[in-house]
């Protein structure tokens, strides 16, 4: 082998120049290749910003709440405009290094005649121009919803994810995937559930204000209103599960699967949530049924659907259904027994408040409970000393459901993680997790709330130990070996057959190595001979 070809064998490639600054900006901030940096939450800061500004239009309205908060709106709208247009410079700044612009003779010019950077600056250049032309405030305001359209740069990216994942799906897969968790969602589900949430919470908030007199006094029409958009949302969401739960292979039937469904406690849930509504509408005439409109605070329920915690909750209390029950039942025995106690010391002493065992078992419920309202005490001497037993028994007993509840918790989430650790292993059988694998577990992770870096952390650690689990079963054990052979046969073929791997990943370098090396034995040599003979026999003519 000549010298010039040992040389370049070993020359060392040129190391890459560092990435500039303004490249690596845009990775820390921008890219949405980039995992673990903070393109995700500037986008949730940004949206959450925009709605925020469209709650603060819509409030300012309101005269009898915004005159004397008006320098507060004012600090608010220019906190905005601020972040805005930092947003909008930095993006302009870092445009050269985005991928569709790679390449671009002007790239900034092409970013700003962009659709999002038309749009981002619609959203900060009203702000602007009242500060050089005399715009109306009422004019202003309108111009300010342009700061709407900032939401389609997180809306679009996510609908051409979801036509993506559904290309030559139906219509009613397209609406299962997007009220209905699965890999068919992505970011389209997610957005839908945060809709869905957030007008819960409105709703919420608006019924627990419409009970205030003074603010239904000022806010009556605008509580009627947030209320139809409420049900009107509501309704389209039961329709659209309605519709599309027949694609869950549990309602597959027509009429039968959506029977079926309509009798589960979320459908039970979503159907009460709208239910005054409509009631109240067509009944009006015929039965005074405002009383309904405290049912609307049912529609709180509708969260529980969203929450993976609940689950958990319940999934624990099933599993320890007869702990928590054999606790129930012991302290509905001391509860009883207490009562009745309670009767007999001050029956004769206050027939008016221990006029009965029934009475006296409310007396032994809010002892035991450490509430004591004081409208029922003891004024015997044994009465008083029973009930400062009572009282110190009660701390026990009514700790020990709550005991139970929080280890089933705890249980059942540790449950929870083992079943994915669990599920990763399995998935290590072909020594490799692919998209849809990986897509299952992030949906396990999100329920668990388990973080993206521990997710990777648990993948990881599930590939080092099916590394070591091989390596354990191809382990050389001489004691084994020489009171088994046919082990030893195998053993020695395992050797053999990891010796033609390195033959083969490493090609002619290897060969130099053994012709060089000066302590190469001949066996060594020999071996390799014949394995490199193999290996070019096999080789296509």
Known sequence: MSETSSIARNETPPEAPPPSLGRRLYSFLLDPDVEGNLQKPIEHFVATLILLNVGSMLIEQIPEIYEPYKKWFHFFDTFSIIIFTIEYVVRFTLSPYQKDLAGKRFPRFSYAISPFAVIDLLSILPFYLSSFIALDLRVLRILRLLRLLKLFRVLIPAWKEFRQLNKGRTFRQHVHAIVWPSRFGGQMHDFFELFIIGW????????????????????????????????????????????????????????AGRIRYGLTPGAIIDALAVMPFFLEALLHHLFDLRFLRIFRMLRLLKLTRFSDATKLVWDGIKREA????????????????????????????????????????????????????????????????????????????????????????????????????????????????????????????????????????????????????????????????????????????????????????????????????????????????????????????
């Open 200 to 255: 819960v919470v409105i709703s919420v908030i608006s019924v627990l204000l419409e009970t205030v007199e003074a603010a239904h006094y000022i806010l009556a029409m605008e509580f009627a209103v947030l209320d139809s958009i409420a049900v009107a949302v509501f309704t389209t969401e039961y329709l659209m599960r309605m519709y599309s739960c027949v694609e869950d292979p549990k309602f597959k039937q027509a009429y």
């Open 322 to 541: 007869g702990t928590i029950g054999a606790s129930f039942f012991v302290l509905l025995l001391v509860i009883i027994l207490c009562g009745s106690v309670g009767y007999l010391l001050e029956h004769a002493a206050q027939p008016d408040k221990f006029e009965s065992i029934p009475g006296a078992i409310y007396w032994s419920v809010i002892t035991l409970s450490s509430v004591g309202y004081g409208d029922i005490s003891p004024v015997t001497p044994v009465g008083r000393f029973i009930t400062s037993l009572m009282a110190l028994l009660g701390i026990a007993l009514v700790a020990i459901p709550s005991g139970i509840l929080s280890a089933a918790f705890t249980d059942q989430l540790r449950i929870e993680r083992e079943n994915i650790g669990a599920k990763i292993a399995a998935m290590m059988d072909d020594d490799n997790i692919d998209n849809d694998e990986k897509a299952l577990l992030e949906a396990d992770a999100k329920r668990l709330h388990i973080s993206e870096a521990e997710l990777a952390a648990m993948i990881k650690a599930a590939r080092r130990a099916r590394l070591m689990d091989k390596d354990v079963k191809t382990e050389f054990n001489l004691n084994a070996a020489k009171e088994d052979p046919e082990l030893a046969f195998e053993q020695f073929r395992g050797l053999v057959s990891q010796m033609k791997q390195l033959v083969y990943v490493t090609g002619e370098e290897m060969g130099d190595a053994i012709n060089t090396a000066g302590d190469a034995s001949g066996l060594e040599k020999s071996l390799y001979e014949q394995i490199a003979q193999q290996k070019a026999a096999r080789k296509p003519a």
